[in-house]
């Protein structure tokens, strides 16, 4: 199985697919249509590892991002951002059959990706089947959904501290924006009561929920052969980004209804990848794809170089993961720094170290998982590769959460790193017990705190997280804290400052507030030595883990420009082009 990274063409757009063909198949494929912001996120990789199971089967099958989302170009503020959705999966088909040579193109669409298919194939685009996977009968179906899920994120994160306004117009769900225009047209979108056709499709459950009985009425009287299916997982897979897989009885049900098909099997060459050449509105940016090849396994990279016109930085930029969120960043905001960036000469990659994203290794990394030192070594081997491309040898890191831990250790160990941005970190040391500590002393403490029993009494905490809290209260196995420095070690913490001071790196600590780091940092006096002034702790308003409101987000796109202004006066890291 070969699997191939390009971009393709749709309208204005430059679009990043992921292609997974085998070496024999017959005359059908499938391509996937994702669902909308998190939902996104959430079954990014799981759909990754379902569309090789595909192509192990004999499927081609190809994903990618929608105009304006993941690694494509465009933004949430676009004009006919709606209209450009559907006019992609046309192009998707046509570029899985330049790619493959399959003739019959079905397609799985996934919540509002769902809606979307159904649409394209009412208005003519060249796919034959359809799957669709708790897809809304109509876009004011979705945007109910979205609502509740929206009410449900601000009760969660609720502070007694009057929360920032939303800084931009529209309608924010997940840290993903919906404008004026882009809810207006979804709210008018319905599936056609005509124009289908007759053609298979297969309408899979939410779990329990059952497929949307308006929707089963109108492709029925399209004259489609609808059959429905079980399509457990979904739930599952909201609950987080790097702990459930899509389970084998939903995908058997899919490869069922694709073997139905026709199934003439033959061989084609696969086409090579492509260049990307985004037009952002400060300037132009190139963008490929960049693969390491590290002990038989491929680590995936989306390289953003500036446009030829622009002089060139001789630094570059590595955006490393957030937990299991792939290469783009959270909400995004890799994806839009880069760009930004490049636009001001900066050359950068973001990278999806091993289990995570497009790049090879376990399907799902639990958290400890994701605290390896094999992942921090891959960090260096980036740096390697673009030593030998590029001739780059200093560079600038960034990373949240645990793309925060590589970057620190990576910053310690290699000269190379002259700074390092790091949003939220979780620890500095991995240490199996620190959740668990931290979760009973956490428990411990809410027992005196008002709020959190009114949030509690309210509603506004998943009863998950209350049991869990039950759970670590009564746990005896685990000290409350043990000593000064139980949470952080004091001699590695010490050590970790010297070699920082010895390598003259900048390092930039930025915490939202509430982050347990940030209080055990205080408590057992580990905050940053005084005596240097190139290693800074910064503070943010509660916002989140993941900076996830669009406040936030900007706040976070803020402190990344001012530091990296900040490391190209200091520390001499080549010049850049005007600020934006």
């Known amino acids: ?66 105009p304006g989302s993941g690694d494509s170009s465009g933004c949430a503020f676009d004009k006919g951002l709606v209209e450009a959705w559907i006019d992609s999966i046309a192009d998707a088909a046509a570029e899985l059959r330049a790619i493959s040579g399959v003739e019959h193109v079905a397609v799985l669409g996934i919540r509002l990706g769902g809606l979307l298919a159904t649409v394209a194939a009412a208005r003519g685009a060249n796919i034959q089947d359809l799957i669709l996977w708790g897809a809304p009968a109509s876009g004011r179906a979705e945007l109910r959904e979205l609502r509740a899920f929206a009410n449900m994120e601000r009760r969660e994160y609720a502070t007694p501290a009057p929360t920032p306004p939303q800084p931009d117009p529209g309608f924010e769900v997940g840290g993903f924006l919906l404008t004026p225009e882009t809810k207006r047209d979804l709210d008018a979108l319905e599936v056609p009561d005509s124009s289908l056709g007759p053609r298979r499709v297969l309408l899979l459950s939410r779990d329990h929920i059952q497929p949307d009985p308006k929707l089963v009425t109108v492709l029925e009287s399209a004259g489609c052969a609808v059959e429905q299916g079980e399509g457990f997982g979904c739930a599952a897979l909201m609950v987080g980004t790097h702990d459930a897989p899509i389970p084998e009885g939903t995908a058997r049900v899919m490869l069922d209804f694709l073997r139905a098909g026709p199934r003439d099997r033959t061989a084609h060459p696969a086409a090579e990848p492509a260049t990307a050449i985004l037009h952002e509105p400060a300037g132009g940016v190139v963008e490929t794809v960049h693969i390491i090849q590290s002990a038989g396994r491929s680590i995936f990279g989306v390289l953003a170089e500036p446009a030829p016109s622009i002089p060139r930085a001789d630094w570059c930029l590595l955006f490393l993961n957030a937990g299991g969120v792939r290469h783009i960043g959270p909400n995004r905001m890799w994806a839009e720094a880069a760009r930004r960036w490049a636009c001001r000469g900066v050359v950068s990659l973001r990278l999806d170290l091993a289990g995570i994203g497009e790049s090879d290794g376990e399907q799902l990394l639990d958290i400890p998982g994701l605290y390896q030192e094999r992942l921090v070594e891959q960090v260096d081997l980036a740096m390697e590769s673009l030593r030998s491309r590029f001739g780059f040898e200093r560079f600038a890191a960034i990373g949240l959460c645990s793309g925060a831990f590589w970057a620190f250790h990576a910053a310690i160990r290699d000269p190379r790193i002259r700074a390092a941005i790091l949003l939220n970190p979780r620890l500095f040391f991995w240490d199996p017990e620190v ?139 080549g010049t850049v082009a005007t600020a934006i």
């Open 1 to 66: 199985m070969r699997t191939v990274h390009r971009w393709f063409q749709s309208g204005q757009y430059s679009l990043l697919g992921h292609t997974y063909v085998p070496e024999t198949f017959g005359r059908v494929g499938m391509i996937v249509v994702s669902p909308f912001g998190w939902e996104d996120i959430c079954f990014y990789r799981p759909l990754r590892f379902l569309l090789k199971k595909l192509a192990e089967n004999g499927f081609p099958a190809l994903r990618f991002d929608l």
């Open 435 to 573: 959740d668990r500590r931290r979760m009973r002393r956490r428990a411990t403490k809410a027992l005196v705190n008002w709020w959190d029993w009114y949030r509690i009494a309210s509603g506004r905490v998943r009863l998950r997280l209350v049991k869990r809290a039950a759970r670590a209260l009564f746990d005896t196995s685990v000290p409350i804290h043990i000593g000064r420095g139980r949470q952080i070690p004091a001699h590695n913490m010490a050590d970790a400052w010297k070699a920082l001071a010895r390598n003259g790196t900048r390092l930039t600590l930025i915490f939202t507030e509430g982050e347990p780091l940030l209080g055990e940092m205080e408590e057992e006096g580990q905050m940053p030595p005084t005596g240097n002034s190139r290693i800074r702790c910064l503070r943010v308003a509660n916002a989140g883990h993941t900076f996830r409101p669009r406040w936030a987000q900007k706040i976070a796109h803020g402190f990344i420009d001012h530091e990296l202004e900040a490391v190209v006066r200091e520390t001499g890291l």
